[in-house]
């Protein structure tokens, strides 16, 4: 199976999202879990970004 730009796209979208979502916790959110929501948050957001540097095959 290749991989292509709408296969990158299913992965970085959610992640990106998600990431996102667990920033915003961690800034608004409860202070009890504050670093776990930021490694997740960075995690994912940092996941999305890398599946984008996945060469394609051509």
């Known amino acids: 199976m290749s991989l ?3 296969a ?3 992965v ?3 992640c990106l999202l ?3 979502a667990f ?3 961690a800034i608004w959110g409860d202070q ?3 670093t776990l929501a930021i490694s997740l ?3 994912l957001m940092a996941a999305g970004l890398l599946a984008q ?3 394609t095959e051509t």
Do not use: E, F
Request: glycine residues 20%; without cysteine; hydrophobic residues 40%.
């Open 4 to 6: 292509n730009k709408t």
């Open 41 to 43: 948050g960075l995690g």
């Open 12 to 14: 970085m979208v959610p």
């Open 53 to 55: 540097l996945i060469p």
């Open 18 to 20: 998600l990431g996102g």
């Open 23 to 25: 920033l915003s916790a």
């Open 8 to 10: 990158k796209g299913i």
């Open 32 to 34: 009890a879990n504050h």
